[in-house]
């Protein structure tokens, strides 16, 4: 059994047989959060790509909790310079074991500067394999084909962006569920702010309507079981 939490914007918790893995720590100067990067348990941290609102806080919360930092090499090397000790550089297609599961680094259609302008790699996903399923964390990208590629892994829960302008919005993102095939999907990366403001109910509908796919829509603060 594992438990998702989210919150708000791209971050997500992930507790699993006892560890804390959290995605793209963005919680000091995100609206959304419930709660501040000195209050969140970690014992991994994985970071996606560069940008601000998903690196923001990796470097506090690692320095702090000593969890393991899993991104992509440039990332990493990006971290370390900082102060960060312990980290776990990947490239895209790679995946790795880890004391919770397997971690693979997937494709993602975006950019990933760094917030002080450093190349910050490119932009990725992943997918997990935990005992309780597989989970894939699709992170910041536009729609693309390969999804269905990844979809083959046989994906129990998908977490989509659904914001749009930064990310697929919600029409791509009922094509990258009927491209992946998860059995449940979970929107993400939306009502931060009101540039990528969305109805996820009106999109849950949508899913239930156009695919056969059971959408979980969750507030920031709430659980999802996997
Ligand atoms: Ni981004
Ligand atoms: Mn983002």
Redesign the pocket.
């Known amino acids: 059994m594992a438990t998702l939490i989210w919150y708000g914007h ?1 971050t997500w918790g992930l507790e699993t047989a006892g560890q804390h893995l959290l995605v793209d720590p963005f919680l000091d100067d995100n609206p959304a959060a419930p709660v501040k990067a000195d209050a969140v348990q970690a014992d991994f941290l994985l970071v996606s790509h560069g ?1 601000y ?2 690196v923001a806080d990796a470097e506090k919360i690692a320095k702090r909790t000593g969890a393991l930092v899993i991104s992509n090499y440039e990332i990493c090397t990006w971290l370390e310079k900082r102060g960060v000790r312990r980290t776990h550089g990947m490239n895209l297609g790679g995946q790795c074991q880890q004391p919770f599961g397997k971690v693979k680094l997937t494709v993602a259609h975006h950019s990933s500067v760094l917030p002080d302008g450093s190349p910050g790699g490119n932009p990725g996903g992943f997918l997990l394999t935990l005992p309780a399923g597989k989970i894939y964390f699709a992170c ?1 990208t536009a729609l693309f084909g390969d999804m269905a590629l990844i979809g083959r892994a046989g994906i129990d829960l998908a977490v989509l962006p659904i914001g749009d302008n ?1 990310t697929m919005g919600p029409d791509d993102a009922i094509e990258a569920v009927r491209l992946l095939k998860p059995k449940r999907v979970v929107p993400s ?1 939306y009502n931060t702010w009101p540039v990528i403001a969305q109805d996820a109910q009106a999109w849950a509908e949508r899913v239930r309507r156009e695919t056969q796919v059971e959408p979980v829509i969750v507030a920031p603060g709430q659980q999802v079981a996997l």
Do not use: F
């Open positions: 791209g940008h609102d998903h910041d930064y990366h």
